[in-house]
C-alpha cells in the first residue's frame, strides 16, 4: 500500500484516472488504497470527492471521521446548484487509514 504524502499524490491520481478514462480504460477511483493519516482524511475525502463529482473544493463539506462498523467514514456533501437539495457521501477507510472510496453520489 501507498501512503499519502501531500496533495500532489492524489493530484496525480486524478490525473493517471482521467488520462485512462477518456482512453476507454476503467480506470479505478483514484487513490485507493492509499493510506491516510487520520488527521489528513478530512482533506483527502474533500479533494477526493471534488474530483469525482466534478465540482469544486469549496462545494464540497467534510466531517471530521467518526467510527462505524470496523471502519472510519469521513461524512460529507456536495453543493447542489440543481436543486434545494445536497447531496451525501462518505469516504470509507479502513482502520489502518487505507482509503476504500466513496459510498453515495449525487443524482444524475
Keep these: 500500500m501507498m501512503k499519502y504524502r501531500s ?8 490525473i493517471l ?22 488527521a489528513e482524511m478530512t482533506m483527502f475525502c474533500q479533494n477526493a470527492a471534488a474530483e469525482r463529482f ?3 473544493l469549496d462545494a464540497i463539506t467534510t466531517d471530521p471521521p467518526v467510527e462505524r462498523e470496523g471502519k472510519l467514514l ?5 453543493d447542489s446548484e440543481d436543486n434545494d ?3 451525501g457521501f462518505d469516504c470509507r477507510f479502513e482502520q489502518n487509514g487505507a ?4 459510498i453515495g453520489a449525487p443524482a444524475d
Aim: charged content about 15%; aromatic content about 6%.
Design 54 to 56: 466534478r465540482v469544486q
Design 17 to 38: 484516472g482521467s488520462a485512462l478514462a477518456q482512453s476507454g480504460y476503467a480506470a479505478e477511483e483514484p487513490g485507493l488504497g492509499t493510506v491516510v493519516p487520520q
Design 99 to 102: 482509503y476504500l472510496g466513496i
Design 7 to 14: 496533495k500532489g499524490v492524489l493530484l496525480t491520481f486524478a
Design 74 to 78: 469521513v461524512l460529507g456533501t456536495v
Design 85 to 87: 437539495r445536497d447531496a
